[in-house]
């Protein structure tokens, strides 16, 4: 029987322990713990440590659901999160960091233990009703997927949206999922008043390496779809193509952008890739399998982009990157941009219809 070891060491398509329709394939140490699990005996005893779980859904009732950040090169200061963890499965995804605060890995726990916030639309309410409250615009998500697969079921972000468009408060959502669709009559509602934004996110059209990099997510041209539906019903759209891996589909950003383009988005943005914390294990392990023959000259790509070195906290430059690999990636945008985007941009949001008096009937909450 093969061990451990030469198991992972095989060749993607061989690898017989490769977890199919997951993201990461470990289950990172989270740093707040002491004790960590290791896999030491590949026949029988750590079964469950490398079975490939069904997601398990938990339940958190929290006391305030906008989270306010401070940092200063996000375009968004509030936020607001109905879902903690994501079960999309994309290896890069930065939210996976904070999995560990709840006590679970940042690796597959992240994908297969989903948190979610059913009272979040009460708690809305409650948020716009605080005595001189003035409106800001708000994200929906600014960390994990608000319409990932569970929100079918739910309807949390739906709810969110019913309050948004009560109170006539500006929103501005990101996904890479279809679902966004199944509200199209209240984004419609919000977009006559210039009081929402939608953010498609897609970084890359060939449907192998999403498949391999974002397990569950939809289609390149599912999005594109959403993209043409949403333009055509006079929602303002813009693209996120997130995050640019040099190496992976750095090439393909001239080709995403005109797709986007002839479907109707008004504007483009794009980070590059950056591995904090956990996220540089689970990467680096998946692309050791997955694309065995380029691991190491991918890797050394994201560090020349981020001074030598996987993890990057410094502003400014952990969301763009810094030096000639990362300066090549912004050169490339900057032409697509021009070449298809010329012209267009989204109308600004507008605060002036905030209505704090939808709230009177609050107190019988």
Known sequence: MLNYLAILLMPFEENKEYFKGRGAQINTHNKFQKNKYISEHIEGLDEEMLENVRTQIF??????????????????MHSIN???GCEHGCLYCYARNSHEYWGFSAGLDFERKIIVKRNAAMLLEKFFNKKGYQPQTIMLSGNTDCYQPIERKLGITRSLLEVFLKYKHPV???????????DIDLLQELSKL???HVTVTINSLNETLRQQMEPRTVTARSRLMVINKLSSANIPVRLMMAPIVPGLNSDEIPNLMKAAADEGILAAIFT??????SIAEVFTDWIHKAYPDRAEKVLNAIADCHGGKLNDSNWGRRLRGDGKVAESIHQLFRISVNRFLSGRSLPPLDFRHFSPAAGKQMGLF
């Open 82 to 84: 109905p879902y903690q």
């Open 59 to 76: 339940e958190e009732y929290p006391k305030k659901i906008v989270s306010i950040s401070n940092s200063p090169d996000l375009s968004f």
């Open 194 to 196: 210039n009081l929402v």
């Open 272 to 277: 590059v890739i950056r591995l904090n914390g």
């Open 172 to 182: 501005s959502i990101i996904s890479k999922n279809n679902l966004v669709l199944r």
